[in-house]
């Protein structure tokens, strides 16, 4: 699908706010907030966003739940596989191999991007080994911590409206209260304390082997040690960086995890990315940068359904014996 200026402004919003957490917590936002962010009539916004749904583009929405509600840590594994590996049979084994996996992401290089969810340092470890046994890889960067903490207490019907939204997130409040038994009014106001407390996400499935002109990459960099890079002189790079890459930029993020960055991008060309990153590791402090084209993102999404199915059922429980104590 050839797309002009606005359509790529539209998916730069997108993009920016729905497609990995922790970029927004809006679950229900507007198309009159999208318009306003691209400087564009909201009438048009809508009609445009249709059609990029109806030619594929936008395959879908979808709620992710945060992993820290369930006591789950989160690891970013970047996996740099062998030269003509088959990416499909391997990520099909991984996907059937981790129940445990959020996210699957692949990578135009001979890379993949896992997501995992974990209890302890003893499980992650024994996945990474399987990781590295299916996939063969020669290098895994392992980067911790990627849900902001969630310290929210959730009710019964919190963990039952996250249900239906994960069933469908534009269901209407009206049908969630008749289905609840609960008001609308409650269950606005609940998504949207969900939301503000980054309880849950709005995140949307992108096909873009589908656009042409508008290319998603991840640029992932890695400064010097602590000791031998002083605070300064890191956030100086971090902000040359970042105006550096303006008009490709979508999202930073910054720390994401101990002396590394993450910038997401759109680019016009593959052959600029290579442009990039030779820029960006010539840049003080810097120890390596590596930026992939991206090609697809996979969520779990029945690793969340079972999660939520999950704590209803304590709920319940937990309720039943309070009400035989009594």
Request: proline content about 4%.
């Amino acid at each position: 699908m050839q797309v002009d200026k606005i359509d790529v402004k539209i998916m730069k919003e997108l993009l920016t706010d729905f497609v990995m957490p922790t970029r927004n917590a809006r679950v229900r936002r507007s198309f009159r907030s999208i318009a306003k962010g691209i400087k564009i009539d909201q009438h048009a916004t809508r009609n445009r966003i249709r059609k990029l749904q109806e030619q594929g583009v936008i395959k879908r929405w979808y709620i992710v739940v945060n992993p820290t509600l369930f006591g789950l840590k989160t690891a970013f594994l970047q996996l740099f596989l062998p030269p003509n590996s088959n990416k499909d049979e391997i990520m099909q084994r991984i996907s059937s191999s981790f129940p445990n996996m959020g996210f699957l992401c692949n990578h135009l290089e001979p890379k993949l991007i896992v997501i995992l969810y974990y209890k302890d340092t003893k499980d992650l470890d024994g996945d990474v080994d399987k990781l590295m046994k299916i996939t063969k890889a020669i290098h895994v960067n392992k980067m911790l911590k990627f849900f902001t903490e969630c310290r929210a207490r959730l009710s019964e019907s919190d963990w039952k409206i996250m249900r239906s939204l994960l069933q469908d997130p534009w269901k209407p409040y009206s049908a969630i209260s008749k289905e609840l038994k609960i008001s609308s009014k409650t269950v606005k106001r609940r998504v949207e304390a969900l939301a503000r407390d980054g309880a849950v996400y709005l995140l949307v499935d992108v096909n873009m082997r589908t656009v042409e002109g508008a290319i998603p990459a991840d640029l992932i960099v890695f400064y010097e040690n602590r000791d031998n890079m002083n605070s300064a002189s890191k956030e100086k790079t971090r902000l040359q960086i970042a105006e550096y890459l303006r008009d490709e930029l979508v999202l930073f993020d910054p720390n994401f995890a101990p002396d590394i960055d993450h910038f997401g991008l759109i680019l016009s060309s593959i052959s600029k990315s290579q442009e990039i990153q030779k820029w960006v590791s010539g840049k003080e402090g810097i120890k390596q940068s590596d930026i992939s084209i991206l090609l697809d993102v996979f969520p779990r999404l029945k690793l969340y359904e079972e999660l939520v199915e999950d704590m209803i059922r304590q709920q319940q429980q937990s309720t039943k014996y309070v009400e035989a104590e009594v």
